[in-house]
């Protein structure tokens, strides 16, 4: 039986170009109410900004099978994208006016599968560190009693 699934996505110029005018707080919050875009990348994948604030995000995500992998389970490579994208987004909150940041190195342990029965999870990045050159900050994924799912920790280069 074919299965198909389409998703739609607005231009990510929008929302990068308004990044240089704004704080890494005010951009997350102003994605977060829909006065921006939410990246293609979030709309592929169904994640949506949950919690927004200084050095702290959370997203919900909810497991389908279209994220599956060969085996009958999420891909791990699903998660280490939510694990990247919220412990990047943590840092940018922090960030000022101008600072960009990327990752430089991240490290995902996986826990236990998550598969279409898991239901809604939430994936929440803290900043550990934020210095003037590199920041780290850790993920988890969790279900809404608290089992955790996968955990992460990165370290980013800042770009003054």
Request: charge should be neutral; glycine fraction near 12%; charged fraction near 20%.
């Amino acid at each position: 039986m074919t299965r198909e699934r389409s998703f739609t996505w607005q231009d990510p110029m929008i929302g990068a170009s308004a990044a240089r005018d704004l704080s890494g707080l005010e951009y997350l919050q102003a994605m977060q109410r829909g006065e921006l875009p939410w990246p293609p990348i979030g709309q592929l994948m169904n994640f949506q900004p949950h919690e927004v604030e200084a050095g702290r995000v959370v997203f919900r995500f909810t497991p389908a099978e279209y994220h599956y992998n060969p085996i009958g389970s999420v891909h791990g490579g699903v998660a280490c994208t939510l694990l990247d994208s919220v412990m990047g987004c943590a840092v940018h909150s922090q960030l000022p006016k101008g600072v960009g940041y990327t990752t430089l190195e991240l490290k995902v342990n996986y826990l236990r599968p998550m598969t279409a029965q898991t239901g809604e999870v939430f994936c929440e990045g803290r900043v550990i560190y934020l210095g003037g050159r590199q920041a780290t900050a850790e993920g988890y994924i969790k279900d809404g009693a608290g089992k955790v799912y996968a955990h992460s920790t990165t370290t980013c280069m800042i770009f003054r």
